[in-house]
Each structure stands twice: as structure tokens, then as C-alpha cells.
């Protein structure tokens, strides 16, 4: 049966609200990590996770592949080409209801969408594939607006810690991660700011992990003060050698950005997603950097 957008955000919505309470205390007292975030299971009726989890290709055909020392990982390249419901259930996030109850949960006012999908879509990891701890990128496109909060849903049926792909969470000095495992209709919600360092660490299992990501952004800075910066990328604590490389890169980018006053990669709805789906679906992507 077909998803309709509005219909998957009221079902995300009911569920905020039943579990409101519980997801506020995780929110503001985070265990393991300085970073706030909840965790939410069961988000949609199983039938509807598992549809959402059988439409990603299963082979990624279609995802482009990100590979460098930083990240190895596929990202969606063409919106369009998906089933629908994998742009349904992305657009279902950005409901303003959906905003409105996240807003409520966290305590945090003036949320705004990705709209563009600048940052936000679907990724998929395979065997090998990670992602080094990471502190994202402060704005959205324009430079406009700051980045305040990702929501990673996650739809991999019977995955547990041993499968890998499971989504960490940094102390202050990258020494110690919480784990969360990246399981079946499950969603987590983070902030992010200087310092919500986090990660994927390496898949194991030989199924795909899959992942619907969006993210939220304000006028008004995390700590409110103006600032800038890009994605920056360090080493596990066993890599030291991507310890050393990745405050060089990430400078070296900094700098690349100041001077060309715009994030890079970043590409128009026309790039990325076919005209006839993107206006049945109101879609644009950018840069996807997705959990």
C-alpha cells in the first residue's frame, strides 16, 4: 500500500507524544556522552518500517559512494529514481508537527527544516564500510542558519552490536564512545554543536545498513555565539596516524570555505533529483553526510 507523507508524520507525531516524557529525561541528562540525544524504538507499525527497509536497493544501486580516509559509506545520489515511500518517510521529518513535538521534547525553539536536503537523505553502509568520529559542519548551505539537531532513523532488521554499524557517541577528548546499535525502527536524536563528536564504526555483518537522515536548523547558534566551521574528522583512539592528518585537513577545508564563502559539495534540485519526482515530492538535495 502506498505511504502518503502526512500520514507517516502523524504516526511519528502520536509516537513523540506517547513517549515524551521518557524522551526528555534521556535528553537532558545524557549517560556516556556530554551530548544530548534520545532514543526512540518502535516509530512506525512494523509493516511500515519493514516496507520502508525493503525499498532501498540492495545493492545501493543508484547511492553514490563516498570513500576517503575520512568515510566509507553510500549516500543517495538521485531521489527521484527511489520508491516513493523512501521520499516519503524523508519528507515525513520535516513535517511541522513532526518539528513542533522534537521542539517540545528538547526544549528547543525556532527548529527549522533541511528543506534542500543539504545535509539529510539516505545512506546505506556495507561490510568495510565507517565513519570516523566527526564534528559536523556549523551551517546549513547558505551559511545562513546553524545546524541543531540530526535525526537518524534506523531500519535494519535483527541488527545488533555485533553487526557493527553501530552509532557512537564521543566523551570530550574522543577516547570513549557510547554505543547505540543501529537497529530496526529505531530513531535517534542528537545535538549538535563544537563539540557532538560522533561516529559509525565499522559494518560487520554481510547485510546492508540502512539509514533516513535529517537534520534541523535555527538562527541562533548552540552556545550563541557566531561561528564556522567544516565537517572535522579525527582518528579512533588506535588511529594515530588519522589523529595527526585530521586537524590539517579539516583546516585546510576551513580555509578553502572562508575564502570561497560556501560549502562544497553542494548541488542545485536540478543536479540531484529528477524534475517530474522532485516536484511530486518538493525535494532538493546537497551535501550528504548521513549517519
Partial sequence: MPFDTKDLARLIVQRLEDA???????????????TRHFVLEQ????????????????????????SSFREHKKTLAKLGKTDPVLGAISLAFQEEDVIAKVAEITRMSG???????????????????????????????????YRRINLLYYI????????????????DDVSQPKT?????NRLVAMETNKESWHSVSKVVSDRPRRCV????????????????????????PTELLKRIIGPVDNGLRNLVLRVFKT?????????????????????????????
Avoid at 44 to 66: H, Y
Avoid at 118 to 138: E, K, R, V
Avoid at 163 to 169: D, M, P, S, T
Fill in 20 to 34: 515524551k516524557e521518557e524522551l526528555h529525561a534521556q535528553w537532558a541528562t545524557p549517560e556516556g556522552t556530554r
Fill in 43 to 66: 516509530v512506525l507499525p512494523e509493516n511500515v518500517a519493514r516496507t520502508i527497509a525493503e525499498a532501498f536497493p540492495v545493492d545501493g544501486a543508484g547511492f553514490n559512494d563516498r
Fill in 111 to 145: 527548529l527549522e527544516p533541511d528543506r534542500s536536503f543539504y545535509a539529510g537523505g539516505l545512506s546505506m553502509m556495507f561490510p568495510g564500510d565507517f565513519l570516523n568520529p566527526h564534528i559536523d559542519n556549523s551551517h546549513d548551505g547558505e551559511r545562513k542558519r
Fill in 156 to 171: 535494519n532488521e535483527g541488527w545488533n552490536e555485533a553487526c557493527g554499524g553501530n552509532f557512537e557517541l564521543w566523551d
Fill in 180 to 184: 547505540l546499535v543501529s537497529g530496526f
Fill in 213 to 236: 537522515s535529517n537534520y534541523y536548523f535555527s538562527d541562533v547558534s548552540p552556545d550563541g555565539d557566531k561561528y564556522f566551521h567544516v565537517t572535522s574528522f579525527t582518528g579512533r
Fill in 263 to 291: 560549502f562544497v559539495p553542494g548541488k542545485s534540485l536540478t543536479d540531484k533529483v529528477e524534475h517530474t519526482h522532485a516536484d511530486k515530492l518538493g525535494m532538493a538535495t546537497g551535501e550528504v553526510a548521513k549517519l
